[in-house]
């Protein structure tokens, strides 16, 4: 079973860092590329960044202006967030999602909840 | 990118039907074929429910179904049931740079 588990939310203040982490299983992580997805509260999805099976492309949102970096570790079946400069309308559930053959997203985890206020 | 315009809200009672539209530009929704849905309960991971405009994954009720005209995605569900009461977003591939763009998301209501 495809399970993907996020970790590492939790409060920050403005202009602080924040690292989120994916652990995945049941499933060949190294051939998949994977996704971040925020949910900013009563809002909609947005997509945040995208980096594939073998670190060759990364991808990020505009709106993120160079401040998110996102990697992934193979070996241990991880995929991170780095977030710095945070503010709060970075304040959102953040979601890992692999991405399938055909431009969709097949698996999400549950979420993890990044808040920040001073 | 600018996410792709849902409806707020559509509403029917069990056993009806209802229809979520998806709408953006030739940039992306019109432009593509890779238009996928996904079904939200608030606090679950997002379900994916189609994918290349029609396809459904495995397990997805046949009740879901995709369709697109021109720059407008839509998504069908018949035979409403109550475990249907959700949000939905659709998402548009959007070019290698941005490859992916959400819709704004419906709220699906059975009365």
């Known amino acids: 079973e495809v399970q993907l588990v996020e970790s590492g939310g939790g409060l920050v203040k403005p202009g602080g860092s924040l690292r989120l982490s994916c652990a995945a299983s049941g499933f060949t992580f190294s051939g998949y590329n994977m996704n971040w997805v925020r949910q900013a509260p009563g809002k909609g999805l947005q997509w945040v960044s995208f980096i594939s099976n073998t670190n060759s492309y990364i991808y990020y949102a505009d709106s993120l202006q160079g401040r998110f970096s996102i990697s992934r570790d193979n070996a241990k079946n991880t995929l991170y967030l780095q977030m710095n400069s945070l503010s709060a309308e970075d304040t959102a559930v953040y979601y890992c999602?692999?991405?399938?053959?055909?431009?969709?997203?097949?698996?999400w985890g549950q979420g993890t909840l990044v808040t920040v206020s001073s | 990118q600018s996410a792709l315009t849902q409806p707020r809200s559509v509403s029917g009672s069990p056993g009806q039907s209802v229809t979520i539209s998806c709408t953006g530009t030739?940039?992306?929704?019109?432009?593509?074929?890779?238009v996928s849905w996904y079904q939200h309960h608030p606090g679950k991971a997002p379900k994916f429910m189609i994918y290349?405009?029609?396809k459904r994954p495995s397990g997805v009720p046949d009740r879901f179904s995709g369709s697109k005209s021109g720059n407008t995605a839509s998504l069908t569900i018949s035979g409403l049931q109550a475990e249907d009461e959700a949000d939905y977003y659709c998402?548009?591939?959007?070019?290698?740079?941005?490859?992916?763009?959400f819709g704004t998301g419906t709220k699906v209501t059975v009365l």
């Open positions: 998402c548009s591939y959007a070019g290698s740079y941005s490859p992916y763009v």
């Open positions: 290349d405009v029609t």
């Open positions: 999602a692999r991405s399938a053959g055909s431009y969709s997203l097949d698996h």
């Open positions: 030739s940039s992306d929704v019109g432009g593509s074929n890779y």
